[in-house]
């Protein structure tokens, strides 16, 4: 039997959401790096989702170059977090704000 | 022909002064600076006298020539052209200008030698050159007004070279600026005439202009209005009545400046501007007549009031607007070339009492009033004869320069207007001995009243030699100009050089009387007999009997007093134009449109930019997630915008 690509997208639009919602309202900066990272992985999903429905290989191709991105960012963002950590000795991103006038 | 080159005349100074001006400081040593000044003005000189010999071969009908070089502003109708007229007028100011400039350049490298400055001051020399040359060369009002404009900028830099200096009550840079506004009130009627001038013709080009203002069918009226403007640009550049108050201020500038421009040839731009108008002037007799009041009213009272002044080179200031107002009587009685003659020979012998009084300043350091003079004599043998000979020409004692063109003026004024004009003027000439020879005679004669700490001296080659030059021209200069009555059958070759220029002109004057020649010698006599009688009394008062002077002074304490102060012409303008202008702009125009209006409406802006950017800032309280989840939101709305609306 095969999946139809509802599925998929409703999977992934689940995954995106949860993303966007933890970024928005957690206060740990590794959860929030998480969630982005969710993020990415829901949007790849949709990706292959139709890559395999249209039969069409460049979907799959963008997942690749998603992962790699995904990877770079992953090494720099957590880096942030390490350099931040030594500066306030907090995670909690309420408390890093002077990103302000 | 030379005259085809007649360009070069004009930007050879330009590029004296650009080089002086940009690279100045970088030559540091003053004899280069100096010859590069010198050598600009002198090349120019050069080719100004070959142009005026081959000129002088040519047949009188093709000496007028025109050099276009290109168009400048081309719009609608309005076409003016960089374009060089030479002919017999331009040429005998080309001449001047650059031959006694030449001089005077010559003459700073050891007046100014030491002078931090040195570079600028030949610089703006080569600049004032360049534009005067723009101005006397010119083939249409534009490029004349070009000049205009352009020297009355290098006089405003030049008055105040020495801008940290003292001068009288307030500071050289004072006296640059009144020079200055002074002048734009005089420019504002020589433009008001150009437009009129474009209105009337349609055209700025000389040719064209006094072709068309030379036919038949213009009212009178539109020649009175263009030519009453013109002449109020003229009473500014030329210190004349009502505008003259600028000349005595412009001392203090350097020496050479005040002999090159405020005596030599910036002045004289009026009256060279009137005689290249002439037939505008012509065709409105009533400006003319004018001109003629104005003139020999300012002649007589800037003598009167050069008879007191104790400063050298005021005495000196006055003389020149005394001249001037001369110059301005021959125009105005329609002898045009007597009036370019006397422009020619004042600047011969004026440019020499400046300088010569720039070498007594030189020699008694910085020392200008002539009471601290008295028997330099002895201490400086060639400046005291060349000033002799300036003096003594100036005065009109024949046959120096100064008597023929004084005397032409004279002349004139008796047989073409009236015997007033004639009177004033003799009279004038009288105090013009008197006070040329109170002068002398307090500067070089009698008992010596020089403070202690001074050591006069006889001042440099570099300096006596260009004075010895210019009294060789004030002796011989006015052979050129000697009257029918002497020379016989040739006639005045000054005037006959001149005619082609006047000739339209003078057939417009209707008023010609014949006189007998015994008229014209006994008026010659007569005006000789007043010049000695000035001088002779000028000796006995300040040679003979010092204590008599003083007599006098207190006798007429009155007359002296208003006198000595100018007749508070300064205090009468202060109180009329200058204070209630002060007060109007403290009063109105700074503290309620300045203050108020402007500063209201800029501020009002900024605060209200402010008081609401006070509410939006409290958006960014520096929450990244306050951020993404704005965005999120914003990206929620546009994508519901989108689905909902296609």
């Known amino acids: ?101 | 022909m030379m005259t085809e080159y007649i360009y070069l005349t004009v930007f050879l100074p330009l590029l004296g002064f650009l080089i002086n001006g940009i690279f100045g400081t970088k030559i540091k040593n003053e004899k280069v600076i100096g010859i590069i000044g010198s050598s600009a003005v002198g090349l120019s000189f050069i080719i100004v006298v070959i142009s005026f010999f081959q000129t002088l071969s040519l047949p009188e009908e093709s000496r007028k020539q025109i050099v276009e070089l290109f168009t400048w502003i081309q719009a609608g109708g309005l076409n003016v052209s960089i374009a060089y007229q030479v002919d017999q007028l331009s040429l005998i100011m080309a001449l001047v200008v650059t031959g006694v400039g030449f001089i005077i350049h010559v003459y700073s490298i050891g007046y100014m030698h030491g002078d931090k400055s040195f570079w600028r001051f030949f610089a703006y020399l080569n600049l004032f050159i360049f534009a005067m040359m723009n101005l006397i060369l010119a083939d249409n009002f534009v490029l004349l007004f070009l000049g205009w404009e352009g020297v009355g900028l290098c006089s405003y830099l030049l008055i105040g070279f020495w801008y940290d200096r003292k001068f009288e009550k307030s500071t050289t840079s004072e006296a640059g600026k009144k020079a200055f506004v002074v002048n734009r009130i005089g420019d504002f009627g020589f433009l008001l005439g150009m437009f009129l001038i474009y209105l009337t013709f349609g055209s700025l080009n000389f040719t064209e202009v006094f072709a068309r203002a030379d036919a038949p069918g213009i009212p009178e009226s539109t020649f009175t209005f263009i030519a009453l403007f013109l002449f109020i640009g003229a009473t500014g550049k030329s210190a004349q009545i009502p505008l003259y108050v600028w000349l005595p201020d412009a001392m203090a500038g350097p020496t050479p400046v005040s002999a090159l421009i405020h005596a030599a040839t910036m002045v004289t731009a009026g009256v060279y501007m009137v005689a290249r108008c002439s037939i505008i002037f012509v065709s409105a007799p009533a400006i003319l007549t004018v001109v003629a009041v104005v003139g020999v009213v300012t002649a007589l009272f800037a003598a009167t009031i050069g008879l007191v002044q104790n400063d050298i080179k005021k005495v000196l200031a006055y003389s020149t607007i005394s001249q001037l107002g001369y110059m301005f009587l021959a125009l105005g009685v329609g002898a045009f070339s007597a009036g370019i003659f006397h422009l020619m020979t004042h600047a011969f012998f004026k440019a020499l009492l400046f300088l010569g009084a720039g070498s007594i300043i030189h020699a008694m350091h910085e020392e200008q009033n002539i009471q601290a003079y008295g028997g330099l004599k002895k201490y400086m043998p060639h400046t005291f004869i060349t000033f002799l000979i300036a003096s003594l020409a100036i005065s009109g004692i024949p046959p120096l320069s100064g008597f023929f063109s004084k005397d032409e003026i004279l002349w004139s004024s008796f047989a073409n207007g009236n015997v007033l004009f004639w009177a004033l003027g003799a009279f004038t000439a009288l105090l013009t001995a008197f006070y040329m020879f109170r002068l002398v005679n307090l500067t070089f004669f009698g008992k010596e009243r020089i403070a202690k700490d001074k050591h006069p001296h006889e001042s440099p080659k570099v300096m006596t030699i260009p004075l010895m030059a210019l009294a060789v021209l004030s002796v011989i200069g006015g052979l050129i100009g000697i009257p029918a009555l002497f020379s016989g059958e040739g006639g005045n070759k000054f005037e006959h050089w001149l005619e082609p220029i006047f000739k339209n002109s003078e057939l417009k004057l209707s008023h010609y009387q014949t006189y007998a020649h015994s008229t014209e010698i006994t008026l010659m006599i007569v005006s000789v007999i007043l010049a000695v009688t000035g001088i002779l009394v000028a000796r006995n008062i300040y040679l003979k009997n010092p204590s008599f002077a003083d007599k006098m002074k207190n006798k007429f304490n009155g007359i002296y007093k208003i006198l000595w102060n100018k007749y508070f012409i300064d205090e009468f303008y202060d109180w009329l134009i200058v204070t209630p202008i002060y007060r109007l702009s403290e009063s109105v125009l700074w503290k309620i449109t300045d203050a108020k209006l402007i500063d209201g409406t800029v501020n009002g802006l900024a605060s209200i930019v402010n008081s609401i950017s006070t509410r939006i800032r409290k958006f960014e309280n520096g929450i990244a997630q306050f951020y993404a989840l704005i965005m999120a939101v914003g990206i929620v709305i546009a994508l519901f915008w989108i689905i909902f609306t296609l």
């Not at chain 1, 309202?25 to 949007?43: D, G, H, P, Q, Y």
């Not at chain 1, 460049?58 to 931040?84: C, D, N, P, R």
């Open chain 1, 1 to 101: 039997m095969e999946l139809s690509i509802e599925y998929y997208l409703i999977l992934s639009a689940f995954m995106f959401i949860i993303g966007v919602i933890g970024v928005l309202i957690r206060r740990n900066a590794i959860v929030v790096f998480m969630s982005i990272e969710l993020m990415l992985n829901s949007a790849n999903l949709t990706m292959v989702a139709f890559s395999s429905y249209l039969g069409n290989s460049i979907g799959q191709l963008f997942v690749f170059f998603v992962m790699t991105v995904a990877a770079a960012e992953a090494a720099i963002g957590l880096a942030i977090i390490i350099a931040m950590f030594r500066n306030k000795k907090t995670l909690n991103i309420d408390e890093i704000n002077i990103l302000k006038w």
